[in-house]
């Protein structure tokens, strides 16, 4: 199994990225999918969730209305479409295999490479 995130980068406040993250070995649409980021000198956190069913998406409060996931089955591939981004949104950012949504890193039995996203003020 391997997850490829992208699409990270340097944008202003108020901005818009888009990440991806394209899997191998793994049908996402089986699948519980989070987004994490961590911050430097910060824990990593869930920011996420989309599952399986693809109709019940879950958000860290602080980017509800701002952050977007969606699926695309016939690519086998994810997004976090962000929108509005805040200088406290730059990290880097993972996906990752997220059993049931339940955003315990220590059980996250795959990663993403991670893609930096960083946003001026």
């Known amino acids: 199994v391997q997850l490829v995130d992208a699409g990270g980068g340097l944008v202003r406040h108020g901005g818009s990225l888009r990440l991806s993250c394209a899997a191998s070995g793994l049908k996402l649409d089986f699948t519980d999918i989070s987004w994490f980021r961590q911050a430097p000198g910060k824990e990593r956190e869930g920011v996420s969730c989309?599952?399986?069913?693809?109709?019940?998406?879950y958000y860290k409060d602080s980017v509800k209305g701002r952050f977007t996931m969606s699926r695309d089955s016939a690519k086998n591939t994810v997004y976090l479409q962000m929108d509005n981004l805040k200088p406290e949104d730059s990290a880097i950012y993972y996906c990752?295999?997220?059993?049931?949504?339940?955003?315990?890193?220590?059980?996250?039995?795959?990663w993403g490479q991670g893609t930096q996203v960083t946003v001026s003020s």
């Open positions: 989309i599952k399986e069913t693809n109709e019940n998406k």
């Open positions: 990752a295999v997220d059993p049931n949504c339940a955003g315990y890193i220590t059980r996250v039995p795959y």
